[in-house]
């Protein structure tokens, strides 16, 4: 089993839904990360947080940390939102990042 | 954006020939990374360095070196390439501020080994 599992894999939905991804984890950590990967696209970092939620934009992340677990939402979901968002949390035992398989998520117009 | 820039973006070569590939950052963050991305596999950790001259194995470091001579330069060299290290590679870097690590990235090189 991994140790960090993202949910879905894939994701097709029409603009303006309400997007929902998921990660769960099984190890000790410090940090969660949330990035986002445009197809043929370099990685960029959304968001790292360690307790609650954030939001920046249409963007929210919340983690819980008694259930490992944390959650991405965008709301008002548009087409350029399409890309992979990887989830990765940093080990406290090491503090290297382990990575999730990532979301590729397909908004349609 | 964290300022760093990696060379070449897209490499061609043949296989069993030496490949060295450069990370710039101008952050001054101590730790830098060099991840590799395969469909499949997501990111892997080749090697990372936590300081000049300061360098240690990721989960997928056989057959790269690294050097790390100063604070901004850190190079990942495939001494001799085979077909199996085609991927696109990943530059990172991290304060690693109270321990919370997150990490920046470059731009990304393609390296295609015939």
């Known amino acids: 089993k991994n140790e960090v599992e993202q949910s879905p894999q894939n994701l097709t939905a029409q603009e303006g839904e309400f997007i929902t991804i998921n990660c769960s984890y099984s190890?000790?950590?410090?940090?969660l990360h949330w990035l986002q990967q445009h197809p043929g696209g370099g990685i960029v970092s959304l968001f790292m947080?360690?307790?609650?939620?954030k939001k920046h934009g249409r963007l929210i992340a919340t983690i819980n940390i008694q259930e490992k677990h944390s959650s991405l939402h965008i709301t008002a979901s548009h087409p350029r939102d399409s890309a992979v968002y990887i989830c990765a949390v940093v080990s406290d035992s090491n503090y290297q990042l382990i990575w999730g398989a990532g979301t590729k998520l397909i908004i349609k117009p | 954006d964290a300022g760093i820039t990696q060379s070449p973006r897209h490499k061609v070569t043949e296989t069993g020939t030496p490949v060295t590939l450069r990370c710039h950052q101008t952050?001054?963050?101590?730790?830098m990374y060099w991840y590799r991305q395969d469909p499949g596999h997501g990111l892997r950790l080749i090697h990372y360095s936590y300081g000049v001259k300061d360098t240690d194995k990721g989960e997928v470091s056989d057959g790269y070196s690294v050097s790390r001579s100063k604070t901004e330069d850190f190079l990942l060299t495939l001494e001799s390439a085979t077909s199996s290290q085609t991927s696109v590679y990943f530059c990172?870097?991290?304060?690693?501020?109270?321990?919370?690590?997150?990490?920046?990235f470059g731009p990304g090189t393609r390296l295609t080994v015939l």
């Open positions: 952050e001054n963050h101590r730790y």
């Open positions: 947080l360690s307790s609650g939620k």
């Open positions: 990172a870097i991290s304060a690693r501020t109270s321990g919370r690590g997150e990490q920046f």
């Open positions: 190890v000790g950590i410090s940090a």
